[in-house]
């Protein structure tokens, strides 16, 4: 068995460095790559996490595609390795199971994508393996009081990496409070040890305008309504990612899974909890795929201490084969020429992610400043350019981390061109330049659009564009405490910007 499980480890491994080395950046991936160029306390969207861990990869492998992805590449490597010691603390002989249950699944085999729950992941995996081993222990002795703390910290780091952690966080709370009021102490240490995190990001908010905090507690969930579909995308996401047949085995022998929960009350919390939570929150909003992904393994941890000892090997091969269509569906795409793909709608972004070099050695021009309409071709010319690249406009409610970075006063009465996939109308340029023109390129047969603009004028922008962001998402409550806010001091020379008449929060 042991030999089978390092095999699948290996295997896993070697393709997703093969992927991570071959498959074209993505918006997110190149817009958190700017965040390990810029290495800040906290980001506009999120704390900091995956901008300090891409920051590492900058600087001790470079800046290539394979070297930022390098912390995904290994994550469910070590994430096996941590649920199998977790689990081991329960049952010895079925810990290898868990690991191998989770490595077969296709998306450890085929995710190489860095993102925010890269460090989310790994951390909260650290955290609940360390609280296993303290919860273990018969009393509350020297390694019980380490075990607790390590919990706390990694919980901590988490925090640094998500806000999603607060779910985990929340399963903590359930289980101490429900299952284990008499161990309040060990809570309490490992509350006092998570605290640094919450007390970095609250520090570098009250400094930064409360960037992330408007951003997902207010900015992102204007507009959210109830949809039936949703509840139903969340049902199919726990399918998909458990696998048909691991889902069909965990029916079968629900009433064994029930009495696991039972024997041990702090992985029933761990999984029901957030598994609840998300349900909850699911009336309401689309629970993203990646949004579960932190207590994903655990399932595999009752699956392995649940089913009979001859069903695992029959669950393994269940997995296996549902990886092998992934396997298979993947191999099929690498086959593929660019120019097969010209019938699809997202063809324009096909080409820009595989031919941005190409592209953009016929939009650059000396002295003059590329932009995008959005930030996600704008992180990606950036990443090709080593330089960034400015959105132009109002952009959307996420990633603002132009707010941060740019200042649009440098640009006064410069030539600016703005990439775009859909022919633009002039007349929404005309006011911020002297003259604009419309240019439109080809490239592999693929059509752009490129607003040339002579002459920026900076203030009309100030005045008409960086004033509508600030009263969408810089309109800030007067009643949290603030130390500092780029945006307001850049544009306004103060703290707080004048608020709005009738916009007040």
Same mark, same amino acid.
Request: contains cysteine; positive net charge.
């Given at each position: 068995?042991? $030999?089978?499980?390092? &095999?699948?480890?290996?295997?896993?491994?070697?393709? $997703?460095?093969?992927?991570? &080395?071959?498959?074209?950046?993505?918006?997110?991936?190149?817009?958190?790559?700017?965040?390990?160029?810029?290495?800040?306390?906290?980001?506009?969207?999120?704390?900091?996490?995956?901008?300090?861990?891409?920051?590492?990869? #900058?600087?001790?492998?470079?800046? !290539?595609?394979?070297?930022?992805?390098?912390?995904?590449?290994?994550?469910?490597?070590?994430?096996?390795?941590?649920?199998?010691?977790?689990?081991?603390?329960?049952?010895?002989?079925?810990?290898?199971?868990?690991?191998?249950?989770?490595?077969?699944?296709?998306?450890?085999?085929?995710?190489?994508?860095?993102?925010?729950?890269?460090?989310?992941?790994?951390?909260?995996?650290?955290?609940?393996?360390?609280?296993?081993?303290?919860?273990?222990?018969?009393?509350?002795?020297?390694?019980?009081?380490?075990?607790?703390?390590?919990?706390?910290?990694?919980?901590?780091?988490?925090? *640094?990496?998500?806000?999603?952690?607060?779910?985990?966080?929340?399963?903590?709370?359930?289980?101490?409070? +429900?299952?284990?009021?008499?161990?309040?102490?060990?809570l309490l240490v490992l509350v006092?040890?998570?605290?640094?995190?919450?007390?970095?990001?609250?520090?570098?908010?009250?400094?930064?305008?409360?960037?992330?905090?408007?951003?997902?507690?207010?900015? $992102?969930?204007?507009?959210?309504?109830?949809?039936?579909?949703?509840?139903?995308?969340?049902?199919?996401?726990?399918?998909?990612? #458990?696998?048909?047949?691991?889902?069909?085995?965990?029916?079968?022998? =629900?009433?064994?899974?029930?009495?696991?929960?039972?024997?041990?009350? *702090? #992985?029933?919390?761990?999984?029901?909890?957030?598994? &609840?939570?998300?349900? #909850?929150? !699911?009336?309401?909003?689309?629970?993203? *795929? =990646?949004?579960?992904?932190?207590?994903?393994?655990?399932?595999?941890?009752?699956?392995?201490?649940?089913?009979?000892?001859?069903?695992?090997?029959?669950?393994?091969?269940?997995?296996?084969?549902?990886?092998?269509? =992934?396997?298979?569906?993947?191999?099929?795409?690498?086959?593929?020429?660019?120019?097969?793909?010209?019938?699809?709608?997202?063809?324009?972004?096909? +080409?820009?992610?595989?031919?941005?070099?190409?592209?953009?050695?016929?939009?650059?021009? @000396?002295?003059?400043?590329?932009?995008?309409?959005?930030?996600?071709?704008?992180?990606?010319?950036?990443?090709?350019?080593?330089?960034?690249?400015?959105?132009?406009?109002?952009?959307?409610?996420?990633?603002?981390?132009?707010?941060?970075?740019?200042?649009?006063?440098?640009?006064?009465?410069?030539?600016?061109?703005?990439?775009?996939? !859909?022919? @633009?109308?002039?007349?929404?340029?005309? @006011?911020?330049?002297?003259?604009?023109?419309?240019?439109?390129?080809?490239?592999s047969d693929a059509r752009f659009?490129?607003?040339?603009?002579?002459?920026?004028?900076?203030?009309?922008?100030?005045?008409?564009?960086?004033?509508?962001?600030?009263?969408?998402?810089?309109?800030?409550?007067?009643?949290?405490?603030?130390?500092?806010?780029?945006?307001?001091?850049?544009?306004?020379?103060?703290?707080?910007?004048?608020?709005?008449?009738?916009?007040?929060?």
């Open positions: 068995m042991h $030999r089978a499980l390092w &095999a699948v480890a290996g295997l896993s491994l070697l393709l $997703r460095l093969v992927i991570s &080395a071959t498959f074209p950046i993505t918006g997110d991936e190149a817009f958190f790559y700017w965040w390990g160029v810029y290495p800040d306390w906290g980001y506009y969207d999120h704390p900091p996490m995956v901008g300090w861990f891409i920051a590492a990869m #900058l600087h001790g492998l470079g800046d !290539s595609t394979w070297s930022i992805r390098l912390p995904t590449v290994l994550l469910p490597l070590v994430q096996g390795l941590v649920l199998w010691w977790g689990v081991s603390a329960w049952d010895r002989e079925r810990a290898p199971w868990a690991a191998l249950l989770f490595w077969l699944t296709p998306i450890n085999w085929i995710n190489t994508l860095v993102t925010t729950d890269t460090p989310l992941m790994l951390w909260s995996m650290l955290s609940v393996a360390c609280l296993i081993h303290a919860e273990v222990r018969p009393r509350l002795d020297g390694r019980a009081w380490v075990m607790y703390a390590l919990s706390g910290v990694f919980i901590g780091c988490a925090f *640094l990496s998500k806000y999603f952690s607060v779910v985990l966080g929340l399963s903590y709370l359930v289980y101490f409070a +429900v299952v284990r009021r008499e161990r309040w102490a060990g006092l040890a998570a605290l640094p995190g919450p007390a970095i990001n609250l520090w570098w908010n009250m400094g930064h305008g409360w960037s992330n905090i408007m951003f997902n507690v207010y900015n $992102r969930n204007q507009g959210e309504v109830f949809g039936w579909h949703k509840p139903g995308l969340y049902l199919l996401t726990w399918a998909y990612l #458990l696998t048909p047949g691991v889902l069909w085995l965990g029916v079968k022998h =629900h009433v064994a899974l029930r009495e696991v929960w039972g024997r041990h009350r *702090l #992985l029933a919390c761990l999984i029901l909890v957030p598994v &609840a939570f998300f349900a #909850l929150l !699911s009336l309401k909003k689309v629970i993203g *795929l =990646h949004w579960v992904l932190s207590f994903y393994p655990l399932m595999f941890a009752a699956v392995a201490l649940a089913l009979p000892r001859e069903t695992l090997p029959r669950a393994a091969r269940f997995l296996a084969v549902f990886l092998g269509l =992934h396997l298979l569906v993947v191999g099929g795409m690498y086959t593929r020429e660019l120019a097969d793909w010209k019938s699809v709608k997202i063809y324009p972004e096909i +080409v820009r992610s595989y031919r941005t070099e190409a592209l953009l050695q016929q939009v650059s021009k @000396p002295d003059t400043v590329i932009m995008a309409t959005a930030y996600t071709p704008a992180a990606i010319y950036g990443h090709t350019l080593k330089t960034y690249v400015p959105v132009f406009g109002l952009g959307k409610f996420h990633a603002r981390q132009d707010d941060m970075l740019v200042d649009y006063s440098r640009f006064n009465g410069q030539t600016v061109r703005i990439i775009s996939f !859909s022919r @633009p109308e002039l007349a929404d340029y005309t @006011p911020y330049f002297d003259r604009v023109s419309l240019l439109e390129l080809e490239q659009f490129v607003v040339e603009g002579l002459d920026f004028k900076f203030e009309t922008y100030r005045q008409e564009v960086l004033g509508e962001i600030f009263k969408r998402y810089y309109n800030i409550p007067s009643w949290l405490p603030m130390t500092g806010c780029p945006f307001c001091e850049r544009y306004c020379g103060q703290v707080r910007c004048p608020r709005p008449d009738g916009d007040a929060r």
